[in-house]
């Protein structure tokens, strides 16, 4: 008589459902998608992972399937985790990407899987980092994360990230004046996606001059033109990936980048967390409630409002761990 | 023997360096600085609070240049408090703009201040609350908040805001995208600036386009077409953000909008505080720093080690407060 395997065995196995499942337990906040992490966190850190971000529209989906192919055909195991904040409005047109994405849900090798965000942002950033972890965990070798715009909730997510690839299209004005204007911030690669549209050249300057304004030591920015749909410049692409994260590792960077993503992302989850409670106080308790109508009447400010807000919060996390 | 006037008093009254000594203070996170805003808030919620959001480059500064302008004509007083979240690396850029709005510095009836953020999101957010508070109790009665960008921490900040301004130019396509994809929140008023460009026309169609698939029932939002560096437009803008207070106090909705935006900067105000503190700790808390430690060994989880550090922070809290 054999002991049945765990759910955490099963998926430092490799076990495609054990995956999807304990993804489901951490996105809905279960205690038992926390425990799956705590148990087959010190089997992590293995995989590369690598963070996409730009406007929607410009075709992440689209290379991220021709990037999967590519690192299929080299035998490597991938996890796909797109992060999709659209509202539920519109959700139908995000379907579509993952349709683009479909031709390897089959293939065991593949783990496909996107998060909507739900109003909480914080909790959706949270669960996002554990899941990348479940599939760290269960042997995916290379970890493809992305996420749409450039939010401080999207870098929380990109943070996690050996390298962080933006993804821009020609006529991604918005974000090359917001690179221009230091408001977004330089990542490891540029790719100019959609490149058969005759201003690609004109943009690659444009870009190439905003670089050129930068600190220039280290690692120099690559900025890869690709046709995602027709798999041009992908393999480039996939290279100059390899090429960074050789670069991180012959620096010493690695570990350096990745002690800081960690320390961003327990932060992450604590701030996360404190915030939903707060949140949650404003439903069920009656004093955080009274506290709401004096600071509405304008006879308690919202700062001191805040303070003693604080003060029951760590009152029930100490009562309540 | 007449008693000195408090900082409070002279706020109150108008007083221009009162208000700039008292934004100083709350930007610089001292206790006089809340103190400040406990005593003047009940003087609070009489001011008009417009927001202007949108990516940078699209001429949101001009275009409060020429606001301003005309409220003085209608000899209303004016509070601008830009928020400027670029890297000291192009603050020259920014700069710029202020020289735009610099006709208005010697003007009594005009006050104008700008924020940077320095790495502190969430302080800079909170900060920027207060300071809309004592401009607010100073008796502006326009006051004008600008962010640039369209993440959470920008939208943090225009949430303080009555009427939600999105500022656009012909080759904004990423916003457009990010309009379309919802991934960007609908606005109260759309502005296409720089509308000498041949685009617009093009422009203004596309957004009514995706504006046309969204819920259909009270305020209708209007797309102005302006060129702020020549004054057209910036009346009809005026006209539709008075318009659109109208239609929320006509519905009963101004109330409510307030009451949400009070509750929404309280929650900001604690999380802001809680993770600033998380993040304090990560320098002066040996058992915080030798946590983080496991968690880099992959020995301790980043949740779990996001627990302990959350309990310590309740302790410190309540020994504290």
């Known amino acids: 008589m054999s002991a049945e395997k765990t759910l955490a065995q099963r998926l430092l196995d490799g076990d495609k459902r054990a995956l999807a499942r304990g993804i489901s337990l951490v996105e809905d906040d279960d205690p038992d998608g926390w425990k799956l992490v705590r148990e087959v966190y ?22 991220l399937g021709a990037l999967t192919k590519l690192e299929r055909a080299r035998d490597r195991t991938v996890g796909v985790l797109s992060i999709d904040p659209s509202s539920p409005f519109t959700h ?31 909790g959706l950033s949270e669960a996002a980092l554990q899941a990348a ?15 749409v ?23 991604s004005g918005d974000s090359i004046q917001a690179l221009k204007a230091g408001v977004m911030e330089i990542p490891d690669i540029i790719v100019v996606n959609k490149s058969d549209h005759p201003l690609t050249d004109t943009m690659v300057r444009e870009i190439r001059g905003i670089l050129s304004l930068g600190p220039q ?21 996939l290279e100059r990936i390899a090429a960074h994260q050789e670069h991180l590792k012959a620096e010493g960077a690695l570990a350096e980048r990745r002690r800081r993503n960690l320390m961003n992302e327990v932060i992450a989850i604590a701030a996360g967390r404190m915030r939903r409670e707060l949140v949650a106080s404003l439903e069920d308790d009656a004093e955080v409630q009274r506290l709401l109508d004096e600071v509405v009447a304008r006879r308690t400010d919202p700062a001191s409002a ?13 009562a309540d761990p």
């Open 42 to 63: 010190p089997r992590t850190g293995e995989a590369m992972v690598v963070g996409f971000t730009g406007p929607p529209g410009v075709g992440k989906s689209t290379l």
């Open 92 to 122: 139908g047109a995000l379907l579509g990407d993952r349709i683009r994405l479909s031709e390897h849900f089959l293939d065991p090798g593949v783990f496909i899987r996107s998060m909507a965000n739900r109003g909480a942002l914080g």
């Open 133 to 147: 972890l479940l599939m760290d965990a269960s042997g995916k070798q290379a970890i493809f994360l992305e996420t």
């Open 149 to 171: 715009g450039v939010g401080q909730a999207e870098v929380d997510i990109i943070d996690h990230a050996d390298t962080v690839v933006l993804v821009l299209m020609p006529g």
């Open 217 to 237: 030591k280290g690692w120099r920015i690559p900025i890869v033109k690709t046709e995602a749909a027709r798999g041009q410049g992908v393999e480039d692409l």
């Open 306 to 318: 805040a303070e003693q807000i604080l003060e029951r919060a760590a009152e029930r996390q100490l």
